[in-house]
């Protein structure tokens, strides 16, 4: 199955973003795309985050997932793109994925858990955190997909998570922002998380100058199957259930491993009630836990 990167930088001008994807998008397919993966903020992007990105948030019913839904019926394609949704939280959106299916359906979603509050930004002062729920996948080519947004792959746990729901293909829409050793940084994490995973994933970026681009499709032994540098490009890799199998029959770390893992809170929703010091809990094989209450700092 064909699985594209597409790599462009998005505005504010939002007509002017969906001319762009379906330009994209005909490439993609031209070159046998079954799946295409637009960067995070594809229907709204400004390079300093303000009230304006909350005036561009819209339901997932809104305009811009309708259209995705008729471009992906259009080339009879998935496609997976980052948008603005609304929320009831005054001031707030939510930096949510949508994934649509031929038939101009939703089929998946993801609202972005781990926000960019680093390296001089503080993307929660805009937006609202996904609360932790069960990760939505679809089954595309013999394979299951799961979607994350950008900086979680900083955090390993939510891969691991949507492998246990069984993804073995994991797209990752980003808006990598540049920076002193970013582009590094980026490449060692997306490797790491398919590596370790033993499963593809396939990360979209949008182009310099605020991102760092390289959008890429790394295969279940940590190898770059396809990448873009800068420009306004597509790439499409070839996967398959098959390659994943083989993999995980010479490297069977997923079913040696020793470790389970679950939320840090019950809920990162800030409507939440306030109350219990969050826990840490790392299930162990045998049945056994160890805890940490992070109030009071001592095992349990």
């Given at each position: 199955?064909?699985?594209?990167?597409?790599?462009?930088?998005?505005?504010?001008?939002?007509?002017?973003?969906?001319?762009?994807?379906?330009?994209?998008?005909?490439?993609?397919?031209?070159?046998?795309?079954?799946?295409?993966?637009?960067?995070?903020?594809?229907?709204?992007?400004?390079?300093?985050?303000?009230?304006?990105?909350?005036?561009?948030?819209?339901?997932?019913?809104?305009?811009?997932?309708?259209?995705?839904?008729?471009?992906?019926?259009?080339?009879?394609?998935?496609?997976?793109?980052?948008?603005?949704?609304?929320?009831?939280?005054?001031?707030?959106?939510?930096?949510?994925?949508?994934?649509?299916?031929?038939?101009?359906?939703?089929?998946?979603?993801?609202?972005?858990?781990?926000?960019?509050?680093?390296?001089?930004?503080?993307?929660?002062?805009?937006?609202?955190?996904?609360?932790?729920?069960?990760?939505?996948t679809f089954t595309l080519g013999g394979l299951t997909v799961g979607l994350q947004t950008c900086y979680d792959i900083r955090f390993p746990e939510v891969t691991r998570r949507l492998v246990d729901a069984g993804a073995d293909?994991?797209?990752?829409?980003?808006?990598?922002?540049?920076?002193?050793?970013?582009?590094?940084?980026?490449?060692?994490?997306?490797?790491?998380?398919?590596?370790?995973?033993?499963?593809?994933?396939?990360?979209?970026?949008?182009?310099?100058?605020?991102?760092?681009?390289?959008?890429?499709?790394?295969?279940?032994?940590?190898?770059?199957?396809?990448?873009?540098?800068?420009?306004?490009?597509?790439?499409?890799?070839?996967?398959?259930?098959?390659?994943?199998?083989?993999?995980?029959?010479?490297?069977?770390?997923?079913?040696?491993?020793?470790?389970?893992?679950?939320?840090?809170?019950?809920?990162?929703?800030?409507?939440?009630?306030?109350?219990?010091?969050?826990?840490?809990?790392?299930?162990?094989?045998?049945?056994?836990?160890?805890?940490?209450?992070?109030?009071?700092?001592?095992?349990?």
């Open positions: 199955m064909g699985v594209a990167v597409a790599q462009f930088r998005p505005g504010a001008d939002r007509s002017e973003n969906l001319r762009s994807m379906r330009a994209l998008a005909a490439t993609a397919v031209g070159r046998g795309a079954a799946l295409i993966v637009f960067p995070e903020y594809s229907a709204f992007f400004e390079p300093v985050m303000g009230p304006a990105f909350v005036a561009a948030a819209e339901p997932l019913d809104g305009p811009f997932v309708v259209a995705l839904g008729e471009l992906a019926a259009e080339f009879g394609v998935h496609i997976v793109a980052g948008m603005l949704e609304s929320t009831v939280v005054r001031g707030r959106f939510s930096n949510t994925l949508v994934a649509l299916g031929p038939s101009a359906q939703l089929v998946a979603k993801y609202r972005k858990l781990h926000l960019y509050d680093a390296f001089g930004d503080r993307e929660s002062d805009w937006v609202l955190a996904g609360t932790i729920e069960a990760p939505e293909l994991v797209l990752v829409p980003a808006e990598w922002v540049r920076g002193p050793l970013k582009e590094q940084h980026w490449r060692t994490l997306l490797t790491a998380r398919a590596l370790e995973n033993t499963i593809y994933l396939a990360a979209a970026d949008q182009t310099p100058p605020v991102a760092v681009g390289n959008s890429m499709v790394i295969d279940p032994m940590g190898v770059e199957l396809v990448t873009i540098g800068e420009t306004t490009d597509v790439a499409v890799a070839w996967v398959s259930a098959k390659r994943v199998a083989a993999v995980r029959a010479l490297n069977p770390a997923l079913a040696l491993r020793r470790f389970g893992v679950s939320p840090r809170w019950p809920s990162l929703d800030p409507r939440a009630a306030p109350g219990q010091p969050p826990v840490a809990t790392v299930a162990c094989d045998g049945g056994a836990a160890w805890t940490l209450n992070e109030a009071s700092g001592r095992d349990e």
